[in-house]
């Protein structure tokens, strides 16, 4: 049997003043939740056509608003769950454990950061996981934009520094200390810091030619 492939959106539902907080002042907290917006849903878009090169489940979950208000957004057909509580590693750890009770899962996460995300690196990366345990896309700012695992590995997310330009390297010291074999992927923009934003604007330019 092929093992099942699952796909794992974290996402907030864009509340002006508790999405892209860091890109104030520099933006009104109207302006930065907007960005937050347009990028969750260029990341979704992404998502849904990498499905024509390598099937799998897509399952939103997400932080603020509610069910309805995560249905009007980014759609009715998707697949809800509300994020657990806890630090980022907590949160992940816990969404794993519980797809990691179904036997013969590849799981692959991404956040809602990245809109230079395309849906061949996606379907890379469920590909990298026929033969290695561990796929993971570096950010530039020293995060992650996707980490993908063929198993339950929680000691990946174990008091990682969240936040800081340390959480990449970190997390390939534990996939050594456990052994597992990781597939690294190119490394991406996200789009968190008022210096990001020139990026994001030539990248929205030179899709509208």
């Not at 092929?2 to 907030?12: C, I």
């Not at 929680?154 to 959480?167: H, K, T």
Request: charged share 25%.
């Amino acid at each position: 049997m092929n093992p099942a492939n699952q796909l794992v959106m974290l996402v907030k539902y864009p509340v002006p003043g508790k999405t892209k907080t860091r890109l104030t002042p520099h933006l009104t907290s109207q302006q930065a939740a907007l960005v937050h917006r347009e990028i969750s849903e260029r990341v979704l878009s992404s998502v849904l056509k990498s499905k024509v090169r390598v099937p799998f489940e897509l399952e939103i979950h997400y932080e603020g608003g509610d069910l309805d208000l995560m249905k009007g957004w980014l759609g009715a057909l998707e697949t809800y769950t509300p994020q657990s509580t806890g630090d980022l590693g907590e949160r992940i750890t816990s969404l794993l454990k519980r797809h990691y009770r179904t036997p013969d899962k590849r799981i692959v996460l991404i956040g809602s950061d990245c809109p230079f995300l395309e849906h061949e690196l996606l379907a890379l990366a469920f590909d990298s996981l026929k033969t290695t345990s561990l796929v993971i896309g570096p950010a530039f700012d020293g995060g992650y934009y996707l980490i993908g695992t063929d198993g339950f590995y929680p000691e990946l997310f174990e008091d990682i520094p969240w936040g800081s330009e340390r959480v990449y390297w970190e997390t390939l010291k534990r996939a050594t200390l456990l052994g597992l074999k990781a597939k690294i992927l190119k490394p991406l923009h996200d789009i968190d810091r008022p210096e990001d934003l020139r990026l994001w604007e030539e990248l929205k330019s030179e899709k509208s030619l």
